[in-house]
């Protein structure tokens, strides 16, 4: 793609990746925590959030009208959108910018549904790569768990339902994430993820995620210059 | 048949026994009048014709169509949503036309889509990436109009020039007459490069309904066999 998304911008972009239930969103949660009540600028972004894309995406989960292409491709405007109006303004106005899911969600799951994998590579090309990725390798069972002990309604794409992997909700999903799990430990050495066990205390795991963002990134840097 | 690429997973090209036309060209070119006189001389002859077009897709048309009254798209956003809009035509109703042994006349394709992301400074390898889950038409027609004529034509339609066929994002002038005339100018430039590329057959629509569906009804005869 261009080479502007190698560009060094002021801000920086942390992004956390893992299966749900894998406790990443807990972790991003107290990240940006830590981060505020630092007096830093910090900007919180999830995936399949983007307004404007919101109506169709759920259009076509509820007509089941989306294949695995544009279903990648809904999933994609969606991020883009995002990236263009939010990530990439911020990160120039010198922001943290923390991203639930990135592009390597799509990459994972997109791949399972069938999507070439440098087909997805090549559609995500315009954008740049976290300053630091935290990959939340926690097992499949413990995921599981936390997912599905409350005996939760799983919808019809989010159990992976469209692969015809089983015809039981439950059973589909766990086969579902083992796959995704299996992506995404294929490309952790590609995109440099930092692993984290996912077994151990929320506090160890939020100790250690802060002490990496601590080093690896100069944090004054990042303080309001307006006064409030 | 085949895909430009890498095509739609899941789907077998060697399944596909119809045919896919493709009818390019500017608004005002005489796309909708040369389709209609094709498909009722193809329908007159025993077959089957579908219809598609962009922007027609029930799943992301009406979120295009707000979006581009409020001007609220990044550029990557936009020519997203044209994809997702024609993927979702490709694998709805044109693969299953094909399949089923229908002819499948295209009111445009991805050549339209990718000579105004290219115009808008999107990164040519990515556009092209993208529409490698396209399958290659059997024929594509390539209406080209000289924008004198293309300005004539669309004021006949209406009275005015619309803002996306003019280029008015694009800041090419504050004058939407000068603006489509440039603009047009730049879509048809990127055109003879894309013509290059993927083989179109370019018609001269600067002539008469009848002359140019009479070159149109042979060409497609020919590719049927007939």
């Known amino acids: 793609m261009n080479t502007s998304i190698s560009v060094e911008l002021p801000g920086k972009l942390i992004a956390v990746e893992g299966l749900d239930g894998s406790g990443k969103s807990t972790q991003l949660y107290l990240l940006k925590r830590w981060l505020e009540l630092r007096g830093l600028k910090v900007f919180f972004t999830e995936w399949n959030s983007s307004v404007i894309v919101k109506k169709a995406t759920s259009k076509g989960k509820k007509r089941q009208l989306l294949t695995p292409t544009t279903f990648s491709l809904i999933h994609c405007t969606d991020f883009s959108d995002r990236y263009e109006q939010q990530i990439l303004p911020l990160l120039k106005a010198g922001y943290l910018v923390l991203c639930d899911r990135y592009v390597y969600t799509a990459f994972a799951r997109d791949a399972v549904r069938g999507c070439s994998r440098s087909w997805l590579r090549n559609l995500y090309g315009f954008a740049r790569h976290p300053d630091i990725t935290f990959f939340f390798d926690t097992p499949l069972d413990i995921a599981l768990d936390r997912i599905l002990s409350g005996r939760p309604q799983l919808k019809y794409h989010e159990a992976g339902m469209d692969l015809g992997l089983s015809a039981v909700p439950y059973e589909s999903f766990s086969l579902f994430q083992k796959r995704i799990y299996d992506e995404y430990l294929a490309m952790k050495d590609e995109f440099s993820f930092v692993s984290l066990d996912g077994t151990v205390s929320i506090e160890e795991q939020q100790a250690k995620v802060r002490e990496i963002v601590g080093l690896k990134l100069d944090l004054p840097l990042y303080r309001w210059k307006t006064i409030t | ?226």
Not at chain 2, 213 to 226: F, R
């Open chain 2, 1 to 226: 048949m085949k895909f430009y690429g890498e095509g739609l997973p899941g789907v077998d090209p060697v399944n596909l026994v119809g045919k896919l036309i493709v009818i390019e060209g500017a608004d005002g070119s005489g796309r909708s009048t040369q389709m209609d006189l094709l498909k009722d001389c193809l329908e007159g002859q025993g077959h089957a014709i579908v219809n598609v077009g962009l922007r027609r897709s029930s799943l992301v048309s009406e979120e295009l169509n707000e979006a581009k009254k409020g001007n609220v798209l990044g550029e990557i956003t936009r020519s997203l949503f044209y994809a997702t809009d024609f993927a979702d035509q490709l694998e709805n109703r044109i693969i299953p036309a094909l399949k089923a042994g229908f002819i499948v006349l295209a009111d445009r394709y991805i050549y339209t889509l990718m000579a105004r992301d290219i115009v808008r400074g999107a990164d040519r390898d990515w556009v092209h990436s993208i529409y490698g889950i396209a399958l290659v038409p059997d024929l594509v027609i390539y209406l080209r109009v000289s924008p004198a004529q293309l300005v004539e034509r669309n004021f006949r339609k209406k009275a005015t020039l619309d803002y996306w066929e003019a280029g008015m994002d694009l800041g090419l002038s504050r004058d939407i007459f000068d603006s489509f005339m440039r603009y047009q100018k730049l879509i048809q430039k990127e055109f003879s490069l894309l013509q290059r590329e993927y083989d179109f057959l370019v018609v001269n629509g600067n002539r008469s309904v009848r002359s140019i569906s009479n070159e149109i009804t042979a060409k497609v005869e020919g590719l049927l066999g007939i």
